[in-house]
């Protein structure tokens, strides 16, 4: 017994220490990390403010990089970004900049999607946007190699984005690049932006991270060493051949100490240089290509005689930690698996504690200790829940008495009602506010009329937008318990969705269809006249555009309301 009581403590102890884990992830957003950051929901981003900073100096100066005016679906899309733009930097170009700046790290990806942006982050092939090394970069002649690659990547997107340009030297508003994008509520669309910006935006982000994917001479001016990543999170990372591994510390744009706070002032340079000169109406294209050239020389030149034997001539980054946490030896994936496992133990505890109390006392009297068994087998997963349900429901006590439902004496008589109610979405964020009439038809089945505002959250600089109009037809099969003081049902629910603000693509107006599903609410005989009602877990999807490129929104909700018959 004491081995095996042993053996449970250890097991106890990592999965809630997972499940504290999982939860700080959640809480705190714990990204890959890659490079100065991207905005996303959960915290700032460094690119966004650096390269907000280098366009606000160029516009001081050149009349090439003014702002552009949007239409009103560009507009919508710009309402929509996945980030949260600063109040200067919302016209159509200098969001275009920012999307082209985030691609690099995100690639058409909600930035909250850890697989997602794991696999970007970790391509091989992508590693030269970001400056860093690719799998063959090694030492010796790794860091020129890395750094001819970072420097063929940002020459190749300047030349596509002069392209860009119009007789004037200004951003032509018809030559447009097509570019996957993440849109908080629209989601992931094609979108046609204007050419310069979008690809300046992605050679802009490389010359940025040229500052924080390298180890540098004491005054920043030259590079010593590149930096690796994919090699550590391949897990065959040795850095006398690989170079020094990705440091998340030197990421950091919040200037923490002289070095850093050097770094960020340098890449801002940087950014606004290639957007001077990129812009200046002035030169010929030829002219501007020498000109970058000689921005890259300046910012990527390489001070000889640096390697491992000799620490990276002393490199003072080496003394920030590097790469991602390990918690315990565990990575995030592993962090986020045993905290469902410890999410699983907590939802079994629940069922067990429910089911004793449920035995002793030999009926459920409240409808919370139902919810909290529901809880647990969503936790568990099925297998556990299948088998939790083996056990026999309890049956009523010797001369118990029927709970009286509402609509007493003549619960089964046809009947008229109304339902007022609220709900909450916590996949796709949104809100639902509802009032219906209500049929009661039998004992078993109530129909119904429901109106429904379902206004839409952004996470990512926290906004309500107005979301749709909902209005449907409901059935709803009734499971009633006589000696207790709740019911079972189902609910379904069909009809209309009417969209009431734009998004890209889908104007404001726009209607389509609109379907909902609760399998297991709780109605709880509250008094004569009324019955609370809660759904711990619904599904429920608008589906307000269906021709062309068809748009949803689907929700997970938790809702809650009150069933009254007069």
């Given amino acids: 017994m004491g081995g095996r009581a042993g053996r449970f403590e250890c097991w106890a102890r990592r999965n809630v220490s997972g499940l504290v884990g999982a939860t700080t992830m959640l809480l705190f957003g714990t990204l890959p990390a890659h490079a100065y950051t991207v905005s996303s929901p959960v915290g700032a981003g460094c690119h966004e403010a650096i390269t907000s900073a280098a366009l606000r100096q160029v516009r001081l100066e050149l009349p090439t990089a003014v702002p552009m005016p949007a239409t009103r679906n560009e507009q919508a899309m710009i309402d929509d970004v996945d980030y949260h733009p600063e109040a200067d930097m919302t016209d159509l170009g200098a969001v275009s900049l920012m999307l082209g700046v985030r691609d690099n790290d995100v690639k058409g990806h909600n930035s909250a999607d850890l697989a997602e942006l794991a696999l970007v982050h970790g391509d091989p092939n992508n590693q030269r946007e970001h400056c860093l090394r690719s799998q063959d970069e090694q030492e010796p002649g790794g860091t020129q190699a890395a750094v001819d690659d970072c420097e063929a990547f940002i020459l190749q997107r300047v030349g596509e ?14 030559k447009r690049t097509t570019l996957r994008v993440y849109l908080q509520l629209r989601h992931e669309v094609d ?5 310069y910006y979008v690809r300046i935006g992605q050679a802009v982000h490389a010359l940025e991270d040229a500052y924080t994917h390298n180890y540098r001479t004491p005054d920043s001016s030259e590079i010593t060493v590149v930096l690796n990543w994919v090699r550590l999170v391949q897990g065959d990372w040795v850095e006398e051949r690989d170079g020094p591994p990705h440091s ?3 990421d950091r744009c919040d200037d923490p100490d002289d070095l850093r706070l050097r770094r960020h002032e340098l890449a801002v340079a940087a950014a606004a240089s290639l957007l001077r000169v990129t812009l200046d109406p002035s030169q010929s294209e030829d002219r501007k290509m020498a000109a970058v050239h000689a921005i ?3 910012n990527l030149g390489i001070s000889p005689g640096c390697s491992f034997a000799n620490g990276w001539c002393d490199a003072p980054e080496r003394a920030y930690p590097t790469g991602f946490a390990h918690g315990c030896g565990m990575g995030a994936t592993n962090a986020i698996d045993h905290g469902f496992a410890g999410l699983a133990l907590v939802g079994l505890t629940l069922v067990g504690l429910a089911l004793r109390g449920a035995r002793r006392s030999k009926r459920l009297r409240s409808p919370w200790l139902v919810l909290l068994i529901l809880t647990g087998c969503l936790l568990v997963g099925p297998e556990r829940a299948q088998a939790a349900t083996e056990s026999p429901l309890p049956t009523p006590q010797a001369g118990a008495k029927p709970v009286k439902e509402p609509l007493a004496p003549n619960p089964s008589h046809m009947a008229w009602g109304g339902f007022v109610g609220a709900a909450g979405s916590f996949d796709h964020g949104a809100m639902a506010f509802s009032a219906a009439l209500r049929l009661r038809l039998t004992t078993h089945l109530t129909v119904g009329l429901d109106a429904e505002w379902n206004p839409f959250i952004r996470y990512n600089g926290v906004a309500v937008r107005p979301g749709t109009f909902n209005a449907y037809g409901t059935g709803i099969l009734r499971l009633p318990l006589a000696y207790e003081v709740f019911n079972l049902r189902t609910t379904v629910s069909f009809g209309m969705a ?6 890209y693509g889908v104007p404001r107006g726009t209607t389509g269809l609109f379907a909902g599903i609760a399998p297991l609410g709780l ?17 429920d999807i608008p589906i307000p555009q269906l021709n062309g490129v068809p748009y949803s929104y689907s929700q997970y909700r938790v809702s809650i ?6």
Avoid at 161 to 174: E, K, N, V
Avoid at 498 to 503: G, K
Avoid at 561 to 566: K, Q
């Fill in 296 to 298: 890259l020389d300046a």
């Fill in 161 to 174: 984005a002069l392209q860009g340009l119009d007789a004037s030297g200004a951003p032509d508003t018809t």
């Fill in 523 to 539: 109605e709880w005989k509250m008094s004569r006249a009324c019955y609370l009602i809660v759904n711990p877990l619904g599904y």
């Fill in 498 to 503: 009417t969209m009431l603000m734009d998004l």
């Fill in 248 to 250: 998340a510390e030197l």
């Fill in 561 to 566: 309301g009150l069933e009254f018959y007069p």
């Fill in 191 to 195: 979108v046609p932006l204007p050419t």
